[in-house]
């Protein structure tokens, strides 16, 4: 049992390791790129899915996108992609300083 919890907690950390090298290279693109990037992604998914369910279960008879829709989900998707790199950049400065702190304790208890 406790060999099975060892290789869930190393698993973890690795995905936690590789999630943080990813951010470090969408990072190093920009907040700009991240957030538009997001926006427009957010924006086209969620109106070209609203606009397939009502095709299929409501009305097939009208389109359902419009210009309105479109704009609002896609601001709103900024502000998703603002929040995602806010909340993904505090989580990168919490791992450096965990890093450096790491690194800190080592250098001290070497000899």
């Known amino acids: 049992m406790n060999r099975s919890l060892e290789r869930i907690k190393v698993w973890r950390s690795l995905r936690k390791r590789r999630s943080l090298e990813r951010w470090e290279q969408i990072r190093a693109a920009g907040k700009k790129r991240f957030v538009v990037r997001t926006g427009l992604t957010y924006g086209l998914t969620v109106v070209g899915a609203t606009d397939f369910f009502n095709h299929v279960f409501v009305d097939a008879t009208q389109p359902s996108i419009s210009v309105v829709k ?5 601001l709103f998707g900024f502000y998703i992609g603002s929040d995602a790199w806010s909340n993904r950049e505090a989580e990168y400065q919490k791992a450096l300083g965990e890093a450096r702190a790491t690194a800190l304790q080592d250098s001290k208890t070497s000899p």
């Open 70 to 74: 479109l704009i609002v989900f896609v």
